[in-house]
């Protein structure tokens, strides 16, 4: 009989946080942020069918970047949670906290498994409170680690690059359209601050908010291509040359 091929449990984990960290790394990236009336979800996505940003419950919105059927698989499975909870209990038991902690357990079940593959997926879930001091960004890499994300997360491809540009222009009193123009801006210059900003036109983004000020008990809304154009305006996705602060207004 042979020896079995032993391998040091570190670097059996090393290895599989490396294999994960790759298939994440060749994703599109994705910008969740704050704004002054809620949480806008800004991906980019060339795809009309197949959604990275999408709603969980009523207050909850869920972002994955990494294979497709896997983060699939996470939020449908987080809708099966959310739903059972709000009806075994009431609606308002239905949290962002509650959902990333099953979420935890789930990847880092699967991660720390030696029988499967760890999934290749990095998810955000984002809850609207009732006043903005409320509102929750969490943060889930592959192995189940959280991070309670403050003003906005960015995951996927170069999601250092695309996080300082965020960083440069965030603002807490950000509108709708001066936050959709900075997340536009921050994922076409992903090349870094020498390269030449992507043209990233309507076609390739995928676009939703959790709008507080809306008047159904439902928060999450997708913004539909002509409204995307108008929030861009004239300028273009990836107009002002990746600059720090919005466009001012056409006079």
Known sequence: ????????????????????????????????????????FVAENRSQALHKVS????????AAVGRYNEFENLRTAGIRYADL????YDRTDVTGRGLANAYAQLLGTIFSSGGEKPYE?????????LTESADQIYRLTYDGSVTDENDF?????????????VRRGFSAE????????????????DGGPTATPRELGVEALEVAVLDRGRAMPRKFRRLRPD???????DGGPAAGEGSEAPPAPAP
């Open 153 to 165: 997360a960015v995951m996927g491809g170069s999601a250092e690059v695309i996080a300082q540009s």
């Open 85 to 88: 909870r709000g009806y075994s």
């Open 174 to 189: 950000l509108g709708l359209a001066e936050a959709v123009q900075l997340a536009v801006r921050a994922l076409a210059s």
């Open 121 to 129: 997926v990095e998810i955000i879930v984002a809850e609207l409170g």
């Open 1 to 40: 009989m042979s020896t079995p091929f032993y391998v040091a449990p570190e670097q059996q984990m090393k290895d599989r946080a490396d294999f994960a960290r790759k298939g994440i790394g060749r994703g599109r990236s994705v910008v969740v942020m704050h704004y002054a009336d809620g949480i806008l």
């Open 227 to 233: 409204r995307l154009t108008e929030l861009l305006g």
């Open 55 to 62: 709603e969980i419950y009523d207050r909850l919105g869920f």
